[in-house]
């Protein structure tokens, strides 16, 4: 193909060409850079959302944390009460040798024990007194104690001066 135009004109259609095929590459450059800053919208609206919930999971496990160290002081409070209350408990108990020793002490002359049952707090004595002084010697002896809360012996074994036969309960603190 023969080109008869003038070369001013040639470089003016080059020209021309040039700054159409410049302006699809602006365009489409354009279109491009949009595109790209739509979808870099939608990932900081989607990561901040992330982010968002990542702070509240993060709130509640920090509220979480502070209830369970709440919870594990009062554990540890309950834990040293518990303690106290139980080396308490274990100074404040009475051993068998503590009981035994308290009735051999008031124990008076004549008076014997056929029976001697300890439970716990509770003391089931029977017994035999040649006299009646004796049972209430012992009796009383009994009451001053400190350790002993009650005594019960019922008055029947009272009515008789000799030769008794007895049974009473004693009640520790």
Known sequence: MINILPD???RKIETI???KIMINFEIVLIFCLIALAIVESFLKFYFLQIIEQEKLSLKSLE???KEIQ???EKIKKYNNLFEKLI???EKEKISNLEILQILSKNLPDGVYFTNLTIEKENIFISGFSKKREGILKFK???EKEKMVKSLQLPPKYLVYPENINFSMTIKLK
């Open 8 to 10: 001013d004109l040639k």
């Open 17 to 19: 060409k040039k700054i």
């Open 63 to 65: 509220n979480q944390k």
């Open 70 to 72: 709440i919870f594990e």
């Open 87 to 89: 080396s308490f408990k």
């Open 140 to 142: 009383e002896g009994l």
